[in-house]
């Protein structure tokens, strides 16, 4: 059932019905005093429960089976690893509109129109109550029709598109399209092009359009927009379409440029550089006596084509791939290049998509319809109903976005997809610029296949990197605002060129603090243990954490004085600060305030793109794997504030970051270049970045998780206790680590307050318990869970909200 209790339960059918079944098919039971529920069938047998009697189901809901066969297995591998419930499992795993419940709220789907004569009389009812109502719950129908079996109905609805299931939905996006003008190619050389002004000089007109078109590219060195042109020249629009069906002008659109990589690339699928044909064939000779393989391929290096060559011969085996990535909403650019490649066969699924696009996609999958050979998809993707699943890619296998907080089942979808397919037999390949520890550590011992791409396609040079020390320059007097004078330097010099620049600074806002000069009180939230934030552009202190909001108070709320200082950066500031420092460029800025609209992303990826962007100030939204083909300058604000993080990784996830970040910069034929702003310059990690050195960086955290006794030498699983209140929070989880340490003894840490000990005004409690390597993992969850049953069972404790997080990093 899809709720989290440990059991599974036992209904009663008829004779007919047993015959009929298969686990994995749905059915609809009554449960509690006058819940339904849609459960899965994992067993038919003949034992009747001792405890309760067993309840009749109310119908059968598939014809076959939904889920499979492996996929339970796999389900069962979570729920046990993870510790959590099989309920919890299915439904992450399921789109909604499967899992059909007395609670889901069900409404008409205005968007098409129905005959009403193909109802039938309870199908019609329900739609005609839909007409008065815009919403229904699944229980109020079972009034509405006075039976309590209704589900059935809804579902024929459902399959007739009539109703949706309430749930967002997401819309796709469509870039709009900019013409663009360039001279044909034919008249470039210096003849053609006076024989050309000569044979228009009877056409005066079109003759400026021509000048005008040389003037403006020369100037801005830029792709020329069809509207500028007439601007500036004073065309209309017509005298431009007689040039372009003349063969003189020649029009295109960039957007479409990026899949098509002007043509030549397209042959390039096929055929790769030396490198990446070493590396293919490295990874094919691993894949013989390994099963897992990880690529190490530095930044733009290739790795797509190499995914690629690898899909490709899958798909002549008739296998099934799944691709992974760390977030597909950002991946528009890869679902275009797979689909040029691939074309139907590529499907795409995550949860963003709304419930009737997935419940295609899991139809597809399940049935190993030709649409689902390739599946592209975010960690959810990993819980699809495969059929013979012959490889398996996990893109940027470091990303922390691969692992699920919040709700149950806490998996990491790395490590999930591993399992998959040891499943099925098959094989996973790594990719990552920066792998995690683990997984180096893994591929060092021998428990992983290794395959290294040290050289970027084209042969482009790796970005050189500079480390600007702000401590010297603010002595010096030669910062402005938040910017030093290297870093202005260059990016004046990269303006000039007509190049684009990054300017990464890892938290949004104008300011995290702000300060009373005269007393030093600063406004905290009222709900959570941290300060506000100001945003400048709704003049608001805003709380990053329960999205607590109010207005930016002009005195101070303890004092009254009006001397208010803000302290620390945001990205709000660095555009500010750039757009005074460079104000004939424009200046755009990616965080989660600007992406919050249903495309904003995918519309500053575009204008990126266009190269209407000159100046893209951002969070790490910007590092995750994108490909722009005009960077030419990275600037880090400010290093120092990731390398100082309260957390066991913070270094690692540093230099993870600065090296995507600093990946982004020159793609294609000319050297990028990256400045770090540091006010340490001498830390281990920057020189490790500058110098590019993955493997000194492994060694010496390594040497340090081992002397500390953190993963991936030690296993660590995470208990988090929470409660509104202060003492419950406190004593409950005095008396766990107590009975955690009885077992366990030193390896039991805490219990500690996090940096922010309370959130929407619930009291955090971390328990961390490690895990040696010579100890069984399975007997040591068995006794978490034991100690957590009987935690539960006091009185006291049970309002206490107890979370279980398995390999919590």
Avoid at 262 to 270: I, L, Q, T, Y
Avoid at 360 to 371: D, H, T
Avoid at 440 to 462: C, I, S
Avoid at 596 to 611: C, M, N, V
């Amino acid at each position: 059932m899809p709720i989290p209790l440990e059991k599974s339960f036992t209904y009663a059918i008829t004779a007919a019905e047993a015959d009929f079944l298969q686990p994995g098919m749905r059915v609809s039971v009554p449960f509690g005093k006058s819940k339904i529920y849609t459960g899965i069938v994992i067993e038919i047998h003949t034992n009747a429960p001792l405890v309760y009697e067993a309840k009749d189901i109310h119908q059968i809901l598939d014809d076959a089976p939904i889920v499979t066969n492996t996929q339970l297995k796999h389900w069962t591998w979570i729920s046990e690893y993870y510790m959590c419930t099989l309920g919890d499992v299915m439904r992450a795993a399921l789109p909604s509109a499967f899992i059909l419940e007395s609670e889901t709220v069900i409404s008409k789907n205005n968007d098409v129109t129905i005959n009403e004569a193909d109802f039938k009389d309870d199908e019609f009812i329900i739609y005609e109550a839909l007409h008065h109502q815009s919403s229904l719950k699944i229980q109020d129908l079972m009034s509405i029709l006075d039976k309590k079996n209704v589900l059935p109905v809804i579902k024929r609805l459902l399959d007739k598109n009539a109703i949706s299931v309430q749930e967002e939905i997401y819309e796709k996006y469509k870039p709009k399209l900019v013409r663009y003008v360039k001279l044909q190619s034919a008249h470039a050389s210096e003849k053609a092009l006076h024989a050309l002004l000569d044979d228009l000089s009877r056409a005066p007109k079109q003759r400026e359009v021509v000048m005008t078109l040389f003037s403006i590219s020369a100037q801005t060195k830029k792709p020329v927009k069809v509207s500028d042109l007439s601007e500036e020249s004073g065309a209309s629009a017509a005298i431009i379409k007689a040039l372009i069906d003349k063969g003189i002008l020649e029009e295109y659109h960039i957007q479409t440029d990026r899949v098509q990589y002007d043509g030549s690339e397209n042959e390039a699928s096929k055929s790769l550089n030396e490198y990446q044909e070493k590396a293919l064939n490295k990874i094919t000779e691993s894949f013989e006596n390994q099963n897992i393989t990880l690529l190490h391929g530095v930044t733009s290096s290739g790795k797509t084509e190499i995914y690629v060559k690898l899909i490709e011969t899958q798909l002549n085996r008739n296998k099934q791939v799944l691709y992974l990535l760390p977030e597909i909403a950002l991946t528009t650019q890869l679902v275009e290049r797979l689909q040029h490649y691939f074309g139907e066969k590529v499907a795409v699924f995550h949860s963003k998509y709304s419930s009737h696009e997935r419940v295609e996609v899991w139809n597809n999958v399940l049935s190993n319809a030709p649409k689902a050979q390739v599946i592209l998809g975010a960690r959810s993707s990993v819980l699809l109903p495969f059929q013979n699943l012959g490889l398996i890619i996990v893109d940027e296998e470091h990303e922390s976005s691969y692992k699920q907080f919040d709700p149950a089942p806490r998996y990491h979808a790395r490590d999930t997809a591993i399992v998959l397919a040891g499943i099925f037999e098959s094989k996973t390949l790594l990719g990552s610029a920066t792998p995690s520890l683990e997984s180096y550590h893994n591929a060092k011992q021998g428990k992983y296949g290794l395959v290294d791409l040290k050289q970027r396609f084209n042969n482009v040079l790796m970005p050189d990197i500079e480390l600007v020390d702000i401590k010297d320059k603010h002595k010096r007097k030669r910062m402005q605002g938040h910017f030093s004078d290297r870093l202005i330097e260059e990016m004046t010099e990269t303006l000039e060129l007509g190049h684009q620049i990054i300017l990464f600074q890892n938290r949004r806002g104008f300011s995290p603090i702000v300060e009373c000069h005269t007393c030093g009180h600063s406004p905290q939230c009222p709900n959570c243990d941290v300060s506000l934030t100001f945003h400048q552009y709704k003049n608001q202190l805003r709380c990053h954490y329960c999205g607590y909001h109010t207005i930016m108070p002009k005195t101070c709320e303890a004092c009254g004085s009006v001397e208010l200082d803000s302290k620390g950066f945001g990205t709000e500031q660095v555009e500010q600060e750039a757009k005074l420092l460079f104000p004939n460029h424009q200046v755009a800025r990616m965080d989660l305030d600007t992406t919050r609209g249903k495309y904003g992303y995918e519309k500053i990826i575009t204008a990126l793109e266009q190269q209407e962007i000159d100046i893209l100030v951002g969070t790490q939204m910007l590092t995750k794997g994108l490909d722009f083909r005009n960077i030419k300058l990275v600037g880090i604000m400010n290093a120092d504030n990731m390398l100082n993080f309260p957390d066991f990784r913070a270094h690692e996830r540093s230099y993870q970051l600065m090296a995507q970040v600093s990946g982004r910069a020159g793609r294609t034929k000319e050297r990028g270049k990256v400045l770090i702003q540091t006010y340490n310059p001498h830390h281990k990690i920057l020189q490790q970045v500058s110098t590019n050195d993955y493997t000194a960086m492994f060694e010496e955290q390594l040497e340090e998780r081992r002397i500390y006794k953190y993963p991936p030498i030690y296993r660590m699983i995470k208990i988090t206790l929470k409660h509104k209140d202060y003492q419950k929070v406190n004593v409950g989880a005095d008396w766990y680590a107590k009975s955690l340490r009885t077992i366990f003894k030193t390896h039991v840490l805490g219990p500690e307050f996090p940096p922010v000990a309370r959130i929407r005004n619930q009291y955090l409690k971390h328990i961390l318990v490690k895990i040696p390597q010579k100890q069984s993992l399975a007997k040591t969850k068995e006794a978490i869970i034991k100690i957590n049953n009987s935690f539960l069972s006091v009185k006291d404790f049970r309002a206490i909200r107890v979370i279980l997080n398995v390999d919590n990093y």
